[in-house]
């Protein structure tokens, strides 16, 4: 970091500073502005931007927040941490981490699921009720709405069994390994109809190796998200504390 946002007698930082210490470009630093990813910067006597160390952090914190989490969800969450106190931004940045943590979690899942489809073939299990959930228990396992749950059984994805004359939904062992590929899929951003293309060669000894793919590229993603997210921890770590005691920007 150079002279300017270290010790000594701090000065205004021009466009083209923040943008050399930032690493976008300046038209983007004035793009971001606009966007309310840093705060307006404050006008000179000759109507040029006077920036301050603040506007460096921030953008830096955007760039691996908007890694993390993507650009729409970062810019909001940076507007977020400066009207908030430093508890309240504290978890909402914990928020993130435990966001990625519980999809990764879910893909591990998925693909202990896949895995165990593969081998069922020549390892039959005897699923006992207790394996079993109920459509309320299983949308809470997966963190999606009943709804959700019901809509994918319509489109031909998972396929609870049913049990009492109300037509109460119970998911099986089975029927519950393949909600959570499904789970991971859609959130990989796979649609329906590719979904349900998987969902179909599944048990087909030879239809799990691009589902495995899918799964593993995921986790890999979002590893790589997770090292944005680590990489603008002392940014957002200075932004919050900006906030926190103006005098310290």
């Not at 690493?23 to 931007?49: F, H, T």
């Not at 603040?54 to 760039?63: D, E, G, N, Q, V």
């Given at each position: 970091?150079?002279?300017?946002?270290?010790?000594?007698?701090?000065?205004?930082?021009?466009?083209a500073?923040?943008a050399?210490?930032?690493?976008?470009?300046?038209?983007?630093?004035?793009?971001?502005?606009?966007?309310?990813?840093?705060?307006?910067?404050?006008?000179m006597?000759?109507?040029?931007r006077?920036?301050?160390?603040?506007?460096i952090?921030?953008?830096?914190a955007?760039?691996?927040?908007?890694?993390?989490?993507?650009?729409?969800a970062?810019?909001?969450?940076?507007?977020?941490?400066r009207?908030v106190?430093?508890?309240?931004?504290?978890?909402?940045?914990?928020?993130?981490?435990?966001?990625?943590?519980?999809?990764?979690?879910?893909?591990?899942?998925?693909?202990?699921?896949?895995?165990a489809?593969?081998?069922?073939?020549d390892?039959?299990?005897f699923?006992?009720?207790?394996?079993?959930?109920?459509?309320?228990?299983?949308?809470?396992?997966?963190?999606?709405?009943?709804?959700?749950l019901?809509?994918?059984?319509?489109?031909?994805l998972?396929?609870?069994?049913?049990?009492?004359?109300?037509?109460?939904?119970?998911?099986d062992l089975?029927?519950?390994?393949?909600?959570?590929?499904?789970?991971a899929?859609?959130?990989?951003?796979?649609?329906?109809?590719?979904?349900?293309a998987?969902?179909?060669?599944?048990?087909?000894?030879?239809?799990t190796?691009?589902?495995?793919?899918?799964?593993?590229?995921?986790l890999?993603?979002?590893?790589?998200?997770?090292?944005?997210?680590?990489?603008?921890?002392?940014d957002?770590?200075?932004?919050?504390?900006?906030?926190?005691?103006?005098?310290?920007?």
């Amino acid at each position: 970091m150079s002279e300017r946002m270290s010790g000594g007698r701090r000065r205004a930082l021009r466009t083209a500073d923040v943008a050399r210490e930032s690493g976008y470009s300046v038209q983007q630093v004035r793009d971001l502005e606009k966007l309310g990813v840093i705060p307006a910067a404050a006008r000179m006597g000759n109507g040029y931007r006077a920036y301050t160390p603040l506007h460096i952090h921030a953008l830096r914190a955007y760039r691996g927040l908007a890694g993390a989490v993507g650009p729409v969800a970062a810019r909001k969450l940076l507007a977020e941490l400066r009207t908030v106190t430093i508890t309240e931004a504290a978890s909402a940045i914990n928020e993130v981490h435990v966001r990625l943590a519980r999809e990764r979690e879910e893909a591990l899942l998925a693909e202990q699921a896949l895995r165990a489809i593969q081998t069922e073939a020549d390892t039959p299990e005897f699923e006992q009720d207790s394996d079993a959930m109920t459509i309320t228990e299983l949308s809470r396992a997966l963190g999606v709405r009943p709804s959700t749950l019901r809509f994918w059984e319509e489109q031909g994805l998972v396929t609870p069994e049913r049990v009492t004359s109300l037509r109460a939904r119970r998911y099986d062992l089975s029927a519950i390994r393949t909600a959570r590929i499904v789970a991971a899929l859609r959130n990989t951003g796979y649609g329906i109809p590719a979904a349900r293309a998987l969902v179909d060669s599944l048990h087909r000894l030879d239809g799990t190796d691009e589902a495995l793919r899918i799964l593993r590229a995921r986790l890999d993603h979002i590893a790589l998200r997770t090292v944005e997210l680590l990489r603008a921890g002392a940014d957002l770590a200075a932004v919050v504390a900006a906030e926190e005691d103006p005098a310290a920007s």
